[in-house]
C-alpha cells in the first residue's frame, strides 16, 4: 500500500519497536563503552588523564542522552543532553587552574 | 533491550560508586565523583524523571565538582602512599546491615504500574492532579505540575533556603578565596 502521493512504499520491515530497540541497543553500546573508559578514570595515573577520561565520559552521556530522547520518544531528554554539552568543559577548565595554579579555582 | 540497557547502566553507576568510596587520592575522588553524577543523571533520564536528571546535570556537573576543589584548596591534600583504600571490617559490617534492611525494603515496594499500589488505594486525588493539572497549570508533566503549581510556594521557599545558603557560601569563601590577589 502506498500512502497518498508520496509515491514510496512504505517499508514492511521496518517497525516501531524495532527503531526503539536499535536507538536502545546502540545505547547500551556507548555505556558499555563508558564503562570501558572508567577503567582509564580509576587507572590514572596521572590527574590530566582522569580529567580527560571524565571529558570522554561527558562527550558520551551526551550521545546516550540524545539516544535515549529518540528511543523513548521523549524530546525533553535534549534539554539535559544540551545541559551536559554545554557544563561538560566546566571541570575541566576548574581542576586545570587547580593544577595549574596551586589553590586557584573560580 | 529496555533491561540490557538498564543493567549496562546499572553497573557503571555500581563500578563509580565504588571506586569513590575506595580511592585514597582526593582529587582522584572528586573526578571520579563527577562520573558517578554523569551516570545517575542518565538513570533519572531513563526513568523518565527529566527534572530530576537535569537537576543532576547542573549540580554534578558543575557545582559539586567546584565546591570540593575549593574546600581542598583551602584546605590539605596529602599524598596517598597507596591508591586503592583498604575497607574497614566495622564500617563493613554496619554497611552490609544497611544494605540488607534497604534491599528487603526495595523488595517490598509494589511493582511498577501495579493496581495494588498505595497511588491507586486513593483514587480520588490521584484522578483529580491527573485529571486537572494540564487544564490548571498548563504543564504536560503531571509530577511538575504538583512541584511547580500546586505546591509551588513550597518549592519556592525550598528555592529560597539553596539560594541563602549559596549566598553565605560565597561570603565564606569571599573571606578565604576571592580576596587572594
Redesign the interface.
Known amino acids: 500500500m502506498t500512502p497518498a502521493g508520496t509515491g514510496v512504499a512504505p517499508v514492511a520491515f521496518i517497525s516501531a519497536e524495532l527503531v526503539?530497540?536499535v536507538f536502545?541497543?546502540t545505547?547500551?553500546v556507548f555505556?558499555?563503552l563508558?564503562?570501558a573508559m572508567?577503567y582509564r578514570?580509576?587507572k590514572?595515573p596521572s590527574?590530566q588523564d582522569?580529567?580527560l577520561a571524565?571529558n570522554v565520559?561527558?562527550t558520551n552521556?551526551v550521545v546516550?542522552?540524545a539516544l535515549?530522547a529518540a528511543a523513548?520518544g521523549?524530546p525533553?531528554?535534549l534539554?539535559?543532553a544540551l545541559?551536559?554539552a554545554l557544563?561538560?568543559f566546566?571541570?575541566a577548565v576548574?581542576?586545570s587552574k587547580?593544577t595549574v595554579e596551586r589553590?586557584?579555582?573560580? | 533491550m529496555v533491561s540490557a540497557f538498564g543493567i549496562a547502566l546499572f553497573g557503571f553507576v555500581l563500578a563509580t560508586a565504588l571506586a569513590t568510596a575506595l580511592l585514597r587520592d582526593i582529587l582522584a575522588v572528586i573526578i571520579v565523583f563527577a562520573a558517578y553524577s554523569l551516570g545517575m543523571a542518565l538513570f533519572y533520564a531513563f526513568l523518565l524523571a527529566p527534572d530530576v536528571a537535569m537537576t543532576e546535570a547542573a549540580i554534578g556537573a558543575g557545582v559539586t565538582t567546584l565546591l570540593l576543589l575549593l574546600t581542598i584548596a583551602t584546605t590539605v591534600r596529602e599524598e596517598p602512599g597507596i591508591a586503592i583504600e583498604r575497607p574497614n571490617l566495622p564500617a563493613l559490617v554496619v554497611f552490609g546491615g544497611l544494605l540488607v534492611v534497604m534491599i528487603g525494603t526495595v523488595t517490598q515496594f509494589p511493582a511498577l504500574g501495579s493496581r495494588n499500589a498505595p497511588v491507586w488505594s486513593n483514587p480520588e486525588v490521584t484522578q483529580y492532579y491527573l485529571e486537572h493539572s494540564y487544564k490548571d497549570t498548563k504543564v504536560h508533566n503531571a509530577v511538575t505540575a504538583v512541584l511547580a503549581g500546586y505546591r509551588g510556594f513550597d518549592t519556592f521557599g525550598e528555592a529560597v533556603v539553596v539560594f541563602a545558603a549559596g549566598i553565605s557560601t560565597l561570603v565564606v569563601l569571599g573571606r578565604e578565596v576571592f580576596t587572594r590577589e
Not at chain 1, 103 to 106: E, T
Open positions: 526503539t530497540d536502545l541497543g545505547a547500551t555505556i558499555l563508558v564503562v572508567f578514570v580509576v590514572g590527574t582522569r580529567v571524565v565520559l561527558g552521556t546516550v542522552l535515549l523513548l521523549e525533553s531528554l534539554d539535559i545541559v551536559y557544563l561538560n566546566l571541570m576548574a581542576i587547580f589553590g586557584g579555582v573560580l
